[in-house]
Nanobody, 113 residues
Framework: QQQFVESGGGLVGSGGSLRLSCAVS????????MGWFRQVPGNQRDLVARLSSGGDTYYSDSVKGRFTISRDYAKNTVYLEMTNLKPEDTAIYSC???????WGPGTQVTVSS
């Protein structure tokens, strides 16, 4: 059973929006801070947003003001609302606990110029 299953990626034009979802196993979701990460092939995986169990948030400078992380305890799901997307946001997006555990498959986001 996968611990993290991401969905919602796709192809969007510059300035567009996407909402990513991540279904998380209950044992992890209820006890850990959650984060969204992204990776361009050949580069390291970077944290872009984090949400603690207490509601504190962190965003990388590159997405601050454009991305919003949230979680639904009833659905064991973490979301990443992405607006005003830019071509440099193109990457594979993955969710995970903080600190990270086994990675899920991720979801591809491609932003055309």
């Amino acid at each position: 059973q996968q611990q993290f299953v991401e969905s919602g990626g796709g192809l969007v034009g510059s300035g567009g929006s996407l909402r990513l979802s991540c279904a998380v196993s209950e044992s992890i979701f209820k006890h850990w801070a959650m984060g969204w990460f992204r990776q361009v092939p050949g580069n390291q995986r970077d944290l872009v947003a984090r949400l603690s169990s207490g509601g504190d948030t962190y965003y990388s400078d590159s997405v601050k003001g454009r991305f919003t992380i949230s979680r639904d305890y009833a659905k064991n799901t973490v979301y990443l609302e992405m607006t005003n997307l830019k071509p440099e946001d193109t990457a594979i997006y993955s969710c995970n606990a903080i600190p990270p555990q086994t990675w899920g498959p991720g979801t591809q986001v491609t932003v055309s110029s």
